[in-house]
């Protein structure tokens, strides 16, 4: 434990550096117009760079302007079939060259796992804005103490299965954690070996079994494989709370879902406040973090190798079935409005080109531009005019299960019809509560 002191010493004393030493940053607009330019100037001689003129587009005055009317707005089906499909077989599609691995995304909306593109220019984008948020960790005033101790970090198998082509896949935490440099292993848990275990299960137990023999100070991970895995180790070792093995356990770095829903669960198994950080981790990259305390807002990666547009989420962008316009309204960094919601379009060193991820985000400030996500843009209910959201769905049933003294983490919910032809909200909780009266209390 001694090195990983100094380590810790280190490390908190360069953070403090770094904040001390940081140049103003630029504008969010020049930011993201220098974004672009490094972008459009990596692809212009790929097949699509070419296709669309990217040379033409880099002499134009305007060139985000002249980027948007030359380059159509794409969904995964579109750059995929168009486009993405080709990288297998030949260089220089989207990116140059091929791409290294491909990530297959959970599948949050659509029916089928997603196989987006990544290349070692991405990946180090991703390390990056991780070094961002590290760095970020200077405005917290965290103790020595979790600099000194290590990191865990849930991931998906890190074990990358390989396709008819020879290209490894998998999911973009497992493709993260296997590209981790060996020097990782002097602070990352649970090590290469356990990550790289394939069954859930095996993996949690190995964890569960190791877990008395680390020093964990910080842990990154979904919500609700998190908490499994926290709840798998008390009942292992019949402690009280995680803190009686893990004393300097202070940061969470949440992702992949809303973390509310949790909050209370996660509360119920520590023994100490532990400062949670959101993360907007997505197959298609590392998009915005947490840089401030007292918030969940995410800064926006503004100069990390991402170029950014917004589609506003009315009707203005998008259909009643969420779909979005043949001809929506796009906006850039210096358009956007504080509450407004936006679908997210993205331009990455991945080869994704004005890519619509699904997502729908909220400005919360614009100094600096700071997102929440409010859900996908085919997660919402409007059947019946209802206009409910997946943040107004999050924020009913945490009412819910508080007045009936329980927490309910998940939950499913469509529009059917009733035997008179009405269109009705059915919910399913996963909960063990009483459901008389539930559906009314829903509708309050």
């Known amino acids: 434990q001694n090195y990983m002191a100094i380590l810790g010493k280190l490390v908190k004393a360069g953070i403090d550096l770094t904040s001390k030493l ?30 669309y003129g990217f040379e033409e587009i ?38 140059p060259g091929k791409p290294d691995f491909f990530a297959r995304s959970s599948g949050t909306t659509g029916k089928s796992s997603k196989r987006i593109p990544i290349t070692n220019e991405f990946l180090a984008t991703m390390k990056s804005v991780g070094t961002s948020m590290i760095n970020s960790l200077h405005e917290f005033d965290f103790p020595e103490t979790l600099f000194e101790s290590e990191v865990l970090m849930l991931s998906s198998s890190a074990n990358l299965d390989e396709n008819e082509q020879g290209f490894r896949e998998g999911e973009i935490s497992g493709i993260n954690v296997s590209n981790f ?25 190995a964890i569960a079994e190791q877990a008395p023999d680390w020093n964990i100070g910080a842990i990154a991970g979904i919500p609700s494989w998190v908490l499994l895995m926290l709840q798998r180790i008390i009942k292992r070792h ?54 401030k305390p007292g918030s969940m807002d995410m800064k926006l990666a503004l100069s990390h190798g991402y170029f950014f547009e917004f589609i506003p989420f009315d009707h203005r962008g998008v259909s009643e079935t969420g ?9 850039g960094i210096d358009e ?4 407004q919601e936006y679908v997210l379009l993205l331009s990455s060193c991945a080869g994704a080109w004005r890519y619509a ?19 996908r843009t085919k997660f919402f209910l409007n059947v019946v005019g209802s206009q409910l959201s997946e943040e107004k769905m999050d924020k009913a049933i945490l009412e819910l299960a508080e007045a009936n003294g329980t927490t309910i983490n998940e ?34």
């Not at 532990?274 to 907007?280: G, N, R, S």
């Not at 991820?357 to 859900?375: C, H, M, N, W, Y």
């Open 323 to 331: 779909d979005l316009l043949t001809e929506p309204a796009v906006m």
């Open 336 to 339: 956007v409005e504080e509450g």
């Open 22 to 51: 940081q140049f103003a940053e630029d504008s969010p607009q020049i930011a993201q117009e220098k974004q672009l330019q490094e972008l459009l100037t990596k692809a212009k001689d790929t097949a699509l760079g070419k296709y």
């Open 411 to 444: 939950y499913m919910v469509a529009a059917i019809k009733n035997e008179a032809g009405e269109y009705i909200h059915q919910w399913v909780l996963v909960s063990d509560i009483d459901s008389d009266g539930l559906a009314e209390n829903l509708d309050d």
């Open 238 to 291: 019949q402690l009280n709370n995680i803190h009686e093995i893990w004393p300097n356990f202070q940061v969470y770095a949440s992702g992949g879902v809303a973390f509310e829903t949790y909050r209370e669960d996660f509360e119920k198994v520590c023994k100490a406040p532990i400062t949670v950080m959101d993360t907007y981790l997505a197959s298609e990259g590392f998009i915005a973090y947490t840089s």
């Open 181 to 205: 440099p060996g020097w990782y292993d002097m602070f990352y848990r649970p090590g290469k070996e356990i990550a790289a275990i394939s069954d859930w299960d095996e993996r949690v137990n």
């Open 58 to 95: 880099l002499k134009s005055e305007d060139l985000i302007s002249t980027y948007r009317k030359e380059v159509p707005i794409f969904n995964y089906e579109q750059m995929h079939a168009q486009w993405w499909s080709r990288q297998e077989r030949f260089p220089d599609i989207t990116w």
């Open 357 to 375: 991820i699904g997502d729908v985000i909220r400005f919360e400030s614009l100094d600096p531009p700071q997102i929440k996500i409010t859900g």
